[in-house]
């Protein structure tokens, strides 16, 4: 079997892979420091996929750490890099720390890719990348923009990290993965998204809201220029994401030496934040008290993604709807406040 190392594999995004690249008959390897996870989500993990996969606890910055993982595990396929400080507003107060972390982690990754001729990296970046695009939908060969944050600074400098590696390793492969909006859970209702402290996104607000954690909603301005007034992003069912991975690394496999490539993984479809509400209220028969607040500093008016090159280069296509993603996330909140 293929062994692929999956950092950040106890996180959202990565929990979700690790089951979709057992389902295609990988054989993953979680790194994890649960800095942002827990172990409930490895238990999560081994219930859906019948085992425990192999998990190594430790910080993807420390390269001493990082190596002797390398050495037990010994002949890998391929990496995929998830592990990295992901919070807007903590990045804004925090940058040395989200730079230190989030290329600080990448590097060390690169460097010992190199020493032992692993040939294949899927690299986790965001269409944060875009900021506010000239033009919609956006489209992989749009400019970068200047970055709203630290945080989507580090994606942007570690898209290019990768990109340069890739000129410089003989047969070093990359696919740099521009998420959307990752929401829902896994349906199993075991594995999803565990927000620390007040959630900033969306849909863990919603939830933690209609869960009656919280006591309203707060949208960020309704007086944008919109169908409804509310921002538009492209919302992807977590899972859809995760099997996008498994495409991208399967991909790789075929492609040149050199090959660098980014994809969007987006549906295609921008919903404003009203149409979210609404949808998972409708889905799921419960209220989700709001009230209309200011903007939020540093959000863009609308998003959505050009997803002609994952169709065609990849062919990868979402399989899910957002009232699936909506379904989903809410029967994963009730499962961590029954488990709680
Ligand atoms: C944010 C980051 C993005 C990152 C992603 C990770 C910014 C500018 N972008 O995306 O780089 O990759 O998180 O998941 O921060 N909203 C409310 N009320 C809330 C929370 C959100 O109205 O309580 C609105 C926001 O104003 C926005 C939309 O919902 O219009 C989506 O927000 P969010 O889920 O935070 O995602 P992004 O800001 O798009």
Redesign the pocket.
Same mark, same amino acid.
């Given at each position: 079997m293929k062994k692929v190392i999956v950092t950040g594999g106890a996180g959202f995004i990565g929990s979700h892979t690790v089951v979709e690249l057992v389902a295609a008959g990988y054989e993953p390897v979680i790194v994890d420091d649960l800095r942002n996870s827990e172990e409930r989500i490895l238990n999560g993990i081994e219930t859906i996929i019948g085992f425990r996969p192999t998990f190594h606890r430790l910080d993807c910055t420390d390269p001493i750490a990082v190596s002797s993982m390398l050495d037990e595990e010994g002949d890998v396929h391929g990496v995929i890099h998830f592990a990295a400080d992901?919070a807007?507003?903590e990045s804004m107060s925090r940058p040395a720390m989200y730079y230190r972390n989030n290329i600080g982690s990448l590097a060390v990754l690169l460097s010992l890719m190199r020493e032992r001729s692993f040939k294949h990296i899927v690299f986790s970046s965001?269409?944060?990348v875009y900021g506010q695009p000239d033009s919609l939908p956006v489209s992989e060969d749009s400019p970068d923009r200047n970055a709203?944050?630290p945080?989507?600074e580090t994606k942007v400098v570690c898209e290019q990290l990768v990109r340069r590696q890739c000129e410089a390793v003989p047969g070093l492969k990359a696919a740099l993965l521009r998420?959307f /909006?990752?929401i829902g859970a896994h349906p199993s209702g075991l594995i999803g998204e565990l927000p620390r402290g007040v959630? !900033? /996104?969306?849909?863990p607000?919603v939830t933690q809201t209609a869960a009656g954690l919280r006591d309203r909603?707060?949208? !960020?301005?309704d007086d944008y220029d919109t169908v409804d007034g509310?921002?538009v992003?492209d919302y992807i069912h977590v899972v859809d994401l995760a099997q996008a991975h498994v495409t991208a690394l399967a991909w790789l496999e075929q492609a040149e030496p050199q090959t660098c490539e980014a994809f969007n993984l987006g549906t295609g479809k921008g919903r404003t934040?009203m149409e979210?509400v609404n949808a998972f209220q409708k889905e799921n028969k419960v209220i989700v008290p709001y009230v209309v607040g200011p903007r939020?500093a540093?959000?863009?008016v609308s998003?959505f993604a050009d997803t002609t090159k994952s169709r065609e280069v990849l062919r990868w296509e979402p399989q899910l709807t957002l009232e699936d993603a909506v379904r989903d996330a809410w029967r994963w909140q009730r499962a961590l406040a029954v488990k709680a």
């Open positions: 992901k807007v507003g965001s269409c944060t709203s944050s945080y989507g998420y /909006n990752p959630p !900033n /996104n969306l849909v607000f909603l707060r949208v !960020n301005g509310t921002c992003r934040v979210v939020r540093g959000d863009v998003v």
